[in-house]
C-alpha cells in the first residue's frame, strides 16, 4: 500500500499527509513484526529454560 500511496502523492492523487500516514502505519507494522519475532525468540527460550532443554543444547556443544 505504501507504493501504492507514493505513486498517488506522485500524481496528485493524494495528499502529503496521507503519504505521511501511510509511511507510519507501514513503519509502525514493520516494528511489531519485529517485536513479535523477537518476543517468540524469547518465549521458545524461556521455555527451553524451564524445561532444561536450554542447559542440554549448551552442554551438547561443550559450552
Known amino acids: 500500500?505504501?507504493?501504492i500511496?507514493?505513486?498517488r502523492y506522485k500524481n496528485q492523487l493524494a495528499s502529503?499527509?496521507?503519504l505521511l500516514d501511510t509511511q507510519t502505519m507501514y513503519d509502525k507494522i514493520k516494528f511489531d513484526k519485529?517485536?513479535?519475532e523477537y518476543n517468540c525468540q524469547l518465549s521458545v527460550l524461556?521455555?527451553?529454560y524451564?524445561?532444561?532443554k536450554l542447559i542440554e543444547e549448551n552442554q551438547k556443544r561443550g559450552e
Open 1 to 3: 500500500i505504501l507504493k
Open 46 to 48: 524461556e521455555l527451553k
Open 5 to 7: 500511496t507514493e505513486v
Open 34 to 36: 519485529a517485536q513479535a
Open 50 to 52: 524451564q524445561t532444561g
Open 16 to 18: 502529503m499527509i496521507d
